[in-house]
C-alpha cells in the first residue's frame, strides 16, 4: 500500500512559478514508476508527466514541456513538478500517481495504482 499526500498549489499569476511536491509511504516508493496529472473543471483528467523509478527517465505532455520539470528524491519518498512560465489554461487540480509499472505507461490513467488526494493550482492572467 502507497499513500500520496501533495503540497504547493496556490493561485499564481500568469507568468510565475510554482514547485508541487508529493510524499509518499511505503517502503516501495523507490521501485515505483511516479507521475503527475491534473483535472480542469469540466474536463478529464489528463496526463502531466512521469519519471521512471531510478529518475534518468522522464516524459512530459506537449502542452507543458519546456515549462514543467518532474525530479524524485528517493531518499525522502518525495517526487516534485517544478512548474514556470504558467499559463491560466494551467488551472486544474494536480494529482501524484504511483504505480510498479514501467514510466512510459504512467501517460495512461489506468495504469495508476495510488493517487492522492489533489492540490489545486490557480493561475490568474
Known amino acids: 500500500q502507497v499513500q500520496l499526500v501533495e503540497s504547493g498549489g496556490g493561485l499564481v499569476q500568469a507568468g510565475d512559478s510554482l514547485r508541487l511536491s508529493c510524499v509518499a509511504s511505503g517502503r516501495t516508493f523507490s521501485s515505483y514508476a511516479m507521475g503527475w496529472f491534473r483535472q480542469a473543471p469540466g474536463k478529464e483528467r489528463e496526463f502531466v508527466a512521469t519519471?521512471?523509478?531510478?529518475?534518468?527517465?522522464?516524459y512530459y505532455a506537449g502542452n507543458v514541456k519546456g515549462r514543467f520539470t518532474i525530479s524524485r528524491d528517493n531518499a525522502k519518498n518525495t517526487v516534485y513538478l517544478q512548474m514556470n512560465s504558467l499559463k491560466p489554461e494551467d488551472t486544474a487540480v494536480y494529482y501524484c500517481?504511483?504505480?510498479?509499472?514501467?514510466?512510459?505507461?504512467?501517460?495512461?490513467?489506468?495504469?495508476?495504482?495510488?493517487w492522492g488526494q489533489g492540490t489545486q493550482v490557480t493561475v490568474s492572467s
Open positions: 519519471i521512471s523509478w531510478s529518475g534518468s527517465n522522464t
Open positions: 500517481a504511483a504505480a510498479p509499472v514501467a514510466y512510459s505507461t504512467m501517460r495512461v490513467a489506468e495504469y495508476v495504482y495510488y
